[in-house]
Every structure is written in C-alpha cells, then in structure tokens.
C-alpha cells in the first residue's frame, strides 16, 4: 500500500510517501504561508525520490486540522483533488494527533502529551493523548479538540495532577504563560507536525480498512476564518455610524 500524506496546518508545510515497509521520502517546506504554490512542487519532488508514478498512490493522507485557516484549506483542497483525479480514498488526520504521535515512541506508555497549536488572536488549539505501547507506538485522545487562551490552558495544567508534556507551536510561543503549570516542553523537532509521521498515523488507519470518499473531507478549523471574523466586527460599527 502507497500512501501519499500531505501536512499544511501550520508555518511549516510538507509531503511524505510511505508505503507497508515505512517511510519512502520525506519533504518539509518553510516557506511561510505560500502553501499554494509550494504544495504541488513538493509532490512532484517527494514522488520522483520514491521513484512513485502518482497513478501508484493507493491512499491519500492529509492533516485536517485544527490549525491556519489558509494552509488547511490549501492542503485539504490539494488531497481532494488527488484523490479524484486517481480514484482513491483519504485518511484524515488531526494535526493535534500528528504532534502527539510524533512524540510517541520517546515517551514510555502512558504518558500524558498535549499538543498545542498557536491559533493567533492570542489563542491556542489543544488536546491531551496518552502515549500507548505498540509497532509503532501510537497516542490515544482522552479528550476533545478546544479552542482557548493560554491562560485557560496553563489553568487545566495545572489542575491535571499527573506529568504531562507539551508540543507544538502553542506551547513554543506561549512558553511564559505555561512555565507556571511546571509542564515540561518538548524540543524545537516537535513544533510543527510532520509529514511523515501523518504518512505513518495514516498507513496504520488504511491497513486497518479506514478512508473516505474525498467529497467529505472537510477542514476542522475550530473556528471562522480571520476575514469573517474581522468583518463581524466592523458591521456593528458600521450600523452604528
């Protein structure tokens, strides 16, 4: 089985091949927010690496999020329309369990990891998992998906009582506001999720008969985008005027 994983919730983009023996290659792009033009380019690298006509993709993986309003869009349209255009199903992923799945196979069982992504707006998207033992070590959620602000966050940390690690941009960034809960952070590696672990989390989930048709993969934003915010802002004003 070939997977072909595309990751864009955040800064820091990607694309992996994995097939039944492991990852196949790998690429990260740094570029920003120019997903759209970086996507595309990165799959025809990635698929020349492996040596992978596209025709030979069995499954197409992609992070849906929760994470940046535009890369998500542009990495959730650019799996549909592979998937289309190959006939092929889609295994969607959360970026919240790609960061704790990357951390894992570090972390003896039963650990406590929670993955937080910077939301902008001075807000956070976060979850806890448990790391769990197996071939490979995977992390389970013990609770939904939220939105927040840090200090909500450094709030439930602290009324955990039991170690926990963070991850991702969230816990990088509001490093001040949760060095309170005494929560340890994982290292720079782990900030942004990665390609090749949603390529593994996704080979895992298609051997095991998961995928769906790509007409109902929707990004999981976790809220409206910035615009429709803004402009929710501006009309009572302008009604006032």
């Known amino acids: 089985m070939r997977i072909l994983a595309l990751e864009s919730a955040t800064d820091v983009a990607g694309v ?27 799959v025809r690298f990635v698929c020349r690496q492996a040596g992978l006509a ?7 993986a992609v992070d849906v999020g929760p994470g940046l309003f535009t890369g998500l869009r542009v990495g959730v349209a650019s799996a549909k329309a592979l998937a289309f255009a190959l006939g092929v199903p889609v295994v969607a992923v959360s ?32 979850a806890r998992y448990r790391t769990e033992d197996g ?11 939220v939105r927040r ?18 991850t991702g941009t969230g816990a990088r960034r509001y490093g001040a506001e949760l060095s309170g809960a005494r929560t340890p952070v994982a ?6 999720p990665r390609a090749e672990v949603l390529a593994g ?6 051997t095991a008969g998961a995928g769906e048709e790509a007409g109902v993969v929707v990004p999981n934003y976790l809220r409206d985008a910035d615009a429709r915010i803004n402009w929710e802002r501006r009309a009572p004003r302008a009604a006032a005027g």
């Open 16 to 42: 992996a091949v994995a097939d039944d023996d492991g990852l196949v290659a790998a690429t990260t792009l740094a570029a920003g927010r120019r997903h759209a033009e970086s996507i595309a380019p990165a």
């Open 54 to 60: 596209l025709a030979d993709v069995d499954i197409v």
């Open 95 to 126: 970026s919240l369990e790609i960061l704790a799945g990357a951390l894992a196979g570090a972390l003896a069982p039963g650990t406590l990891v929670i993955p937080v992504i910077d939301a902008r707006r001075g807000e956070v998207f976060s």
């Open 135 to 145: 071939r490979p070590a995977t992390a389970r959620p013990v609770g939904d998906e």
């Open 149 to 166: 602000t840090p200090e909500a966050l450094a709030q439930e940390l602290a009324a955990l009582g039991e170690p926990a690690v963070l």
């Open 187 to 192: 290292g720079p590696l782990f900030d942004h």
């Open 201 to 206: 989390l996704a080979l895992a989930r298609a």
